[in-house]
């Protein structure tokens, strides 16, 4: 079962910083559209961002335009999601997700991380 790992989350005061990464050692990530997608306690997933694979173009959800930074590196096998002026209701398991069409395609994500706990709280 081919799988994405995160890394990256932690425990942050408001208003500070945290970089998420997605990677994947049996895959190559610049084929795939990824996804971050956030869950928190008694809430629906969440799409936050993505990045397309074919054309680069990149979404964000509208309450982290402006804070949320989705980016890869495909010579790391990597893509990033840097999140600046957290808040704490960004509070969240947040997973990333892989497939192959692009990112406005409403297609089921075909590949999975563990996930990461990203807590904001003063």
């Known amino acids: 079962q081919l799988q994405l790992v995160e890394s990256g989350g932690g425990l942050v005061q408001p208003g500070r910083s945290l970089r998420l990464s997605c990677g994947a050692s049996?895959?190559?990530?610049?084929?795939?559209?990824v996804a971050w997608i956030r869950q928190a306690p008694g809430k629906e997933r969440e799409r936050v961002s993505c990045?397309?694979?074919?054309?680069?173009?990149?979404y964000y959800v509208d309450s982290v335009k402006g804070r949320f930074t989705i980016s890869r590196d495909n010579a790391k096998n990597t893509v990033y999601l840097q999140m600046n002026s957290l808040k704490p209701e960004d509070t969240a398991v947040y997973y990333c997700?892989?497939?192959?069409?692009?990112?406005?395609?409403?297609?089921?994500?075909?590949?999975w991380g563990q996930g990461t706990q990203v807590t904001v709280s003063s």
């Open positions: 990045i397309s694979s074919s054309d680069g173009t990149t």
């Open positions: 997700a892989a497939q192959p069409k692009h990112c406005s395609d409403g297609i089921p994500y075909s590949y």
């Open positions: 049996e895959f190559t990530l610049d084929i795939y559209s």
